[in-house]
Structure formats: C-alpha cells, structure tokens
C-alpha cells in the first residue's frame, strides 16, 4: 500500500489559520494600526494623518509623513478577505494614484491583496473597471507598439506619470505619497501589462479583467459594484468572440439564398404561354384595342412575365394590357410604358428609356386566359407582347442579401464602436465615429 | 446575438422562398400614366422627373 503524503491525510487539508496581526498605534496621530503581513510588510501607513511607519522596526518608528488631504474610504475595506482565482485574499493595503493628461486629472484606486502562500496581488480599480495584476513572470520585451510576454504581443495603450496622491495600509515598499512613477500600459483584452518607472527601478506586471460583481461576490461586499463608466483599457469586448461566428453565418445564409434562387430557377416552368405582335396606327380606330388567342397557363400560382418590346424611336407608347381569366372571369389590368429617345449634344451622346419594357405579374393561378391590349402612341408602332410563366426573379435574391446583411453589419458597428470609446482613452485614439455614446456597455 | 441572427435569416430564406414558390411581390405592376404628351416629346426637359427609366449619356 503506498504511502500517502502528510497534506493527503488530512493534516495540510485544514483551512489555514487566520494570519498573526500585529497591533500598534500611529506615531503620528495615536490611531489604532495593524500589520497583517507581519515579516513581508516594510511599510505601514495610517490613513488618518498620512504618517508612514517601518513595520521591520521593533518600534515602529517613523519613516515619513505626508499631508492626508483628504480622507478616502477604499472600495474593499482593509481587512476584508475574499476568494479570488482560487485563492484567498486579504486586503492590507490600499492607494489612490492620479496621472494629469492635457489638465484632467484622472485618479485609479489600487488593493493590495496578500496571501501567506500566494503572495502578494493588486486588484486595481479604475471607472468601476477591475484589474487583478501581479508581478510578470520575468521581463516582457518591448517592441515598436507594444510588448511581448510569454509569446503573446500586447498593444500599447498609454504612457503616463503616476503619483500617489493617497496611502493607507501595510506595503512590501516604504510607500509614500508623492511617490511618482512612469507607467507604461499595454492591453490584449482581457490581459494587461504595465511597466513602472522609477530612477531606481523597473517593474512589471500582468493583470485580468475583473468583473465588478465577481469582485463583489468574492469579497462579500454589500450592494453592488461601482457603475462602469466607459469602456475599461483591458475590458474583453462582448462582440470580438462572436465576430468570426457572425462573418460565417452571413457566409452560409448568402449561399443559402443563391442555392434557393438557383433550384428556382433550375425547376421553374419558365414557360412562354403568348407571343403576339400587332400594330398601332392611331388614325385606325381598330388597332387601339386587340385581344390575343386564348391561351393556357398552368401549374402553381406563380408569376407572369410580361414583355413588351416595339419598333420606338424617338418616341413612346403606352400599353394597358387587360388579362383575362376565361374560367372565372376575373381580370388584372395595368399600364406599361415605352419609352426611347437618344440623341447627342454638347456633353457628347445620351439615350434615355429603351424600346422594350419587362414586368413581373404577380400571384397569377393556372387557368385559360385572354390578353386585351389597348396602345396609346401619337405615332404608329408595331409591338409585340410576350407571356411566360413562372420566371425566378433575381431581384428578390438580392433583396435577401441585403437584408441578411443588415443585421452583420449593425453587430460589426458596435464592435467597432466599442473599441473606438476603448482606445479613445488611450494615446492611440481610432479616427472618426464619435465618443458621446452610452456609458456602460 | 448570433441566435438572433440566426431566427432572422430563417424567416428571410423562408421569405424569399414562398415569393419563389408563388410569385407573390409587394411591387406594383402598373405604371402611372401622369406626365402629359407636350413633356414626353420633349425629352432633355423632363429627364430629371423620370427617375423609373434608364438613362445614360450627358445630362
């Protein structure tokens, strides 16, 4: 029988102790302090009076002071735990950081969360957008536009300075507000990688997009998360992963519609039922109104075409044609016109209209008809109508297409609309389009 | 979204495969008679009220 490993049998499967917290007061202000990472932290700052303290002192000495301007109640409070990535979490420590671009002042709120046997995580918040980050796994190399980490090309997205403008908590660094750095972000949606530079060092880290509620929901927090404001530098778009299925849908309904209009038209009648010619004279009374044979028209309702094609030049016609059903009577009139002229002039030569004219009659049943055509000219024309049954008409197909189109194209707007108002924040802004849309997304 | 899309695209290859089938159509067939003789025989006047037919050529 194998020997099973102590953490098998159960002695390492006990929930971990709660960690040791140290207890002090603030050498600044008397406030109550707690080290909750006794060992890992270096530093201690107390939010009240902005007094930063050495947590490897036996006393605690301080270390530095800065003006507390105002008070600023973390998102997560200090203290709290939470399970995140399948680990749990304590929150020691928190900072608010601010970076001024062309006068704005924009300000980011950073967690720090520590675990005995994880180590350390920042869970940043931005505009009520998460960022769970960690130190990179080594140093990411830095090309033209962005960055490569672990074989994955990330794009540049912004370069700022960042100063702290606010610090409370315990910290792996002697923390001070003031402290500036440069931050250079790169995204790969939902990744993230920034590098910080100070005059002594470089830092970098990885971070994933967070959901609020997740964050919420891992902490326990009460209410909801803060409303998201924009579109996050790191925020996975919801239309990306969709995009491909989208382009391949439209693909295989486009060949749907050609693959029904050509059986249409590979099996339909497409069937001459008349062929007439007559001509017009207008000063004889009887060619102002003829009627054809009577002729057959059968299988399924279907359409009609109906041509109309003259010896016109430099002149029009116009045809009220009159189908008559023999067997019920029942009888569909309409008016076609032709029309030819052609000429040239200054710009050089024009035509307009043509001496033939087509027209789909629809939802024609089977049955014996007549045709009764009446000709208006004020010029004698001879003319010749044409009937054929059931004709595919290619219209319809690519009335389809278009309609099929709308909705890709509507969804590839909004894709791309979201990355517009995503990099709109970055030093990289999409042209055109607009910025004034919703909020949250 | 891609559900959707997909419903949608139903019901216009169901479309357009009963307007196949019967040969149903939503266009008028019939053309009006409206513009009077004078304006037809005058064909450079009138170019611009004949949207309905082809035209090529100088304007």
Known sequence: MPVRPARARGAALKPPAPPAVASLACH???????????????????GACGAVLDARDPDYRLIAKFEAQRSVVPRIPLGTRGRLKG??????????RRTTIEGAAYTWFEHLLHDPTGGFRWLVEYGGHWTLAKTAAGAPVVVDDGAVYLGERYHHFQTATAEVTYVVGEFPWRVRAGETATVDDYVLPPASLSRERTQQETTWSVGEYLEGEAVWKAFGLPGTPPERVGVGAAQPSPFRPRSRTM???LASFAAAVVLIHLLFAAFAQQKLVLDAAWEYDPRAPATASVQSEPFAIGGRTSNLVVEVSSTLAQGWAYFTLTLVNEDTGAARTFGREVAYYFGRDSDGSWTEGAPWDRAWLPSVPAGHYTLVVEPESPRPVNYRVRLTRDVPRALWMWVAMGLLAVPPLIFWWRQWTFEHRRWQESDHPLSGGSDDEGDDE | MTTAYAVFAGLVLAGLTWIHFTGWSPIGVSEAKLVPTSVRDNPGSYRSTY????YTGAK
């Not at chain 1, 600044?28 to 107390?46: F, H, K, Q, T």
């Not at chain 1, 680990?87 to 608010?96: F, Q």
């Open chain 1, 28 to 46: 600044g202000c008397g406030a109550p302090l707690e080290i909750r990472a006794p060992g890992r932290s270096l530093a201690v700052a107390c």
């Open chain 1, 87 to 96: 680990e749990t979490w304590e929150v020691i420590g928190y900072l608010a």
């Open chain 1, 247 to 249: 382009a391949l849908l």
């Open chain 2, 51 to 54: 949207g309905r037919r082809p």
